[in-house]
């Protein structure tokens, strides 16, 4: 009976054991077939996670952020323990125990999913598994996942250490918002860092990662709240906070941005303008879209952020002021539906769907406005982010329009979306006014004009009525702006400031045609030095002169400032006709300013990676003591400049001279009026289709062009002068109270001798008087007085010449809008307008 009862109970230990070893056996089988072939698991200990690339100024404020995911990379010893522990109890309580993959929890999901016949199925997913889930494998639920998921788990912990793995999952992982990792969500949810947060609100980010779009802090506040307050129950009962603190914490309310109790992150930083897109479209293109958008890098931007603001201001006023003068209303072209309409809550929430600018401050904040009703002598309007009061009422009065043809009924409807500005008198408010992004554009930038640091740059009225940069991409004819590059090749050729032109007129034939080109006011200087040719920005002059020379050797010259690529050696273009952007005929001027010496335009000092090893420095200068342990105390280390030369130093000089004579004399003379030294050149193209002003004093240069996106006329009244000199004086005045600015310096080599401007003739050197210069020569050179040099075009005994001292005239006119504007004399038909390309 024993023997039997032995033999029974073998039998049932051999099938047991058989069929334990069978399961191990198909365990190892299944393992073994679905371990190969795995994602390597070691690329993990080298990740590299998409990170924010940050854009500060150069006092190190953040003033622009770009990436796909935001995320800030954090390593595990800068997370704090609260939040580790919030996760961990949330999501993997037995992490620092197990060996990456968790059996009794597999096996309760398994039981559950039995036991609702597959309705719940739950992952039971350890942080190791979310770690290889994430990164080497898909998110899709199948048995096949899970074992490779339970697999790679393994390996990992056998790889890394638990406080890796931790880092590789808390720098990842999702968690609503398009917040990557705990870092960008603390500053998302809370705008805290991770440092700075309270148990529930670590908590709070622990209870995402189940599924972000379900635990919204607003659509669903309730949830989330149920969630957060089991993971503080889970962090109590795993020891990591006590019930004092858990109690605490659990009466909190949910508090986060996205409910209104916090100021966002993105408060803190100024409105993206074109500066730090520029810089984006830059580095995009020198190190790849994808490698900016996640590289993690830490750019110092050249900007000077009180100067940008003065840019902007600058360009706004003057385009706000010409647009106004037009007297035509066009709005923003965006309009709210009537059953919008019917209560405050509708239509300030269908307003500020709307897009249109919100970051214009010209004069005071912009602010949209939909208009609620019209009256006979006021419209009412309701505006975004202001409540209405009896000391400000949202009200337009009839006298606001009255640069407007026609009356409210005619110009506005309900429903239309506007802007409106405070109007203020000595800090008092007046009245709510209206605002319109004018049509007419422009670009504006100023940089060093030694170092070539770009302090600000505006490519329009508002960055976000359009996002075209005009100072960057905006391809216009510099008119005459670009000819002080056919002076600088003359100059260089032999020809000095007293060398005599003839201004005339001349025909050209061209497989166009014939081509008269011709000065505004059909009269002429006849023989007549340089220096008038750029003062009087004479047509004429400039295309004998460019013939003289050779167009082949100015396109050189043009080139060899960077102002075209490859310039055609078209007669025409010695006017300006041939198209170039405000960057690259700002840079060229400022060789110009710093006496020839080629300088880059740079809108960035330096560029970090991501482990903050400079891969990028703007500033090529060699520093040839600074290793020296024998220097001095109290001497500064030797920095060595390998600049190459654009132009001689002493033609940089001459130029520089005259075009301090456009704006002491010539054309931009009454204009452009700083108490420092300042040079630079109008330009004018014809029919005003585009207006110029580039200038620089000692160490700043500034640039400016006003047109339409799509070419037409400005009207008679526009010049260069009038309409950028003001932008330019505006801006330079408080550039120049900043920076300061002095006398353009004399390089050596040379000397002054004293010449009658209007005729060229030397004068003693004890000539004074209002027709009398002192120009500078070479050392050495003996000019010719008196030569006059025609281009090869004849020269009429019957022409209407200038007398001494007479210039083009200039009338003051009446705009239709009630303002002044400057208009020259009437040309004739084939004439170029304001000079032509003037």
């Known amino acids: 009976m024993l023997r039997h009862i032995l033999t029974f109970f073998g039998s049932i230990f ?31 200990a080298n990740y590299t996670p998409p990170t924010i690339s940050r854009i500060f100024s150069g006092e190190g404020r953040i003033i622009d952020e770009f990436s796909r995911e935001r995320r800030l990379y954090t390593p595990a010893e800068e997370i704090p323990a609260l939040v580790k522990e919030a996760f961990i109890s949330a999501e993997d309580k037995n992490f620092y125990t197990h060996g990456g993959y968790d059996a009794r929890g597999i096996a309760a999901a398994a039981v559950e999913a039995v036991q609702t016949r597959g309705r719940t199925v739950r992952g039971a997913s350890t942080i190791p598994q979310q770690v290889v889930k994430n990164f080497l494998l898909s998110g899709d639920r199948k048995i ?10 393994t390996r990992i912990e056998e790889a890394l250490d638990k406080e890796k793995i931790l880092e590789l999952y808390l720098n990842e992982i999702f968690l609503g918002q398009n917040s990557y990792g705990v870092a960008a969500a603390a500053q998302t949810y809370f705008n805290k860092s991770l440092g700075e947060l309270a148990p529930h609100e670590a908590a709070f980010l622990a209870s995402m990662p189940k599924a972000p779009s379900d635990f919204h802090p607003v659509r669903n506040a309730d949830r989330l709240l149920e969630r957060r307050n089991f993971v503080l129950r889970e962090m109590r009962q795993n020891g990591y906070i006590t019930r004092e603190v858990y109690d605490s914490e659990v009466a909190q309310p949910l508090r986060s941005v996205q409910n209104g109790d916090y100021e966002p992150f993105s408060a803190n930083l100024p409105p993206r303008d074109y500066f730090t897109d520029e810089i984006r479209r830059q580095l995009s293109r020198d190190f790849g879209e994808g490698e900016f958008f996640s590289g993690g890098f830490s750019v110092r931007a050249t900007i000077d952020p009180e100067m940008q603001v003065e840019a902007a201001l600058a360009l706004q006023n003057k385009l706000e002021e010409y647009d106004r003068n037009l007297g035509r209303w066009r709005g923003t072209g965006k309009s709210i539906p009537p059953e919008a309409l019917e209560s405050e809550e509708a239509w300030r929430a269908a307003l500020a769907e709307v897009d249109v600018a919100r970051d214009v401050q010209l004069d005071s904040q912009w602010y949209p406005a939909v208009i609620l009703g019209i009256e006979d002598q006021q419209m009412r309007i309701g505006i975004e982010g202001v409540e209405a009061s009896e000391a400000e009422p949202q009200v337009i009065p009839r006298d606001d329009i009255g640069w407007l043809p026609g009356n409210f009924q005619e110009t506005f409807k309900v429903g239309q979306v506007v802007h409106v500005r405070r109007m203020t008198d000595e800090g008092a408010f007046v009245r709510w006014t209206l605002r319109q992004v004018p049509q007419v554009q422009g670009g504006f930038m100023a940089m060093d004009v030694n170092t070539g640091r770009v302090i600000a740059m505006q490519g329009g009225f508002s960055y976000q009525n359009s996002v075209f940069n005009r100072a960057t991409q905006a391809k216009r004819q510099p008119g005459s702006s670009f000819k002080p590059f056919v002076y600088a090749a003359a100059l260089d050729s032999g020809y000095s400031p007293a060398t005599i032109v003839v201004d005339a007129p001349i025909e050209v034939n061209t497989p166009q045609g014939l081509w008269r080109p011709r000065n505004s006011s059909n009269k002429f200087y006849g023989p007549t030095p340089l220096r008038t040719g750029i003062e009087q920005s004479r047509n004429l002059m400039t295309v004998r002169l460019a013939q003289e020379v050779g167009m082949d050797t100015v396109a050189a010259y043009a080139e060899r400032f960077g102002v075209y690529d490859n310039m055609g050696p078209f007669l025409a273009n010695a006017l300006g006709s041939e198209e170039s952007t405000v960057f690259r005929m700002v840079a060229a001027y400022a060789m110009f300013a710093n006496g020839g010496e080629r300088v880059e335009p740079t809108l960035v000092d330096r560029v970090q990676d991501r482990y903050g090893r400079t891969v990028y420095r703007h500033d090529p200068r060699v520093c040839a003591d600074c290793d020296d342990p024998t220097l001095a105390p109290g001497r500064s280390p030797r920095i060595v400049s390998n600049r190459s030369r654009v132009i001689d130093a002493i033609t940089a000089y001459q130029l520089t001279s005259m075009m301090k004579g456009v704006v002491d004399r010539g054309t931009a003379a009454g204009n452009v009026n700083l108490s420092v030294p300042v040079a630079g050149k109008t330009g004018t193209t014809n029919d005003a289709r585009d207006v110029w002003f580039v200038g620089f ?26 309409m950028c000199g003001p932008v330019f004086t505006q801006f330079m005045r408080k550039a120049t109270a900043k920076y300061g600015g002095g006398e353009f310096a004399v390089p050596p080599g040379g000397h002054f001798i004293k010449i009658d401007r209007f005729t060229g003739a030397r004068l003693p050197d004890s000539a004074s008087g209002p027709s009398v210069v002192a120009e500078y020569f070479r050392d050495g050179e003996d000019p010719i007085f008196g030569l006059a040099f025609d281009g090869g075009f004849a020269m009429g005994t019957d022409l209407d010449l200038y007398d001494d001292g007479e210039s083009e005239t200039v009338r003051d006119v009446t705009t239709s809008g009630g303002g002044t504007g400057q208009v020259g004399q009437k040309a004739t038909f084939g004439s170029m307008s304001s000079g032509g390309l003037y």
Do not use: W
């Open 14 to 44: 051999s099938l047991i054991t058989m069929g334990i070893m069978m399961i191990a056996l198909s365990i190892g089988a299944i393992f073994y077939i679905y371990g190969r072939d795995l994602p390597s698991h070691e690329s993990l």
């Open 144 to 153: 096949e996942r899970k074992i490779k998921e339970i697999i790679l788990a």
């Open 697 to 722: 004093t000692s160490n700043i240069v500034a640039g400016c062009y006003i047109g339409y996106d799509q070419p037409r006329s400005l009207g008679r009244g526009a010049y260069g002068a009038g």
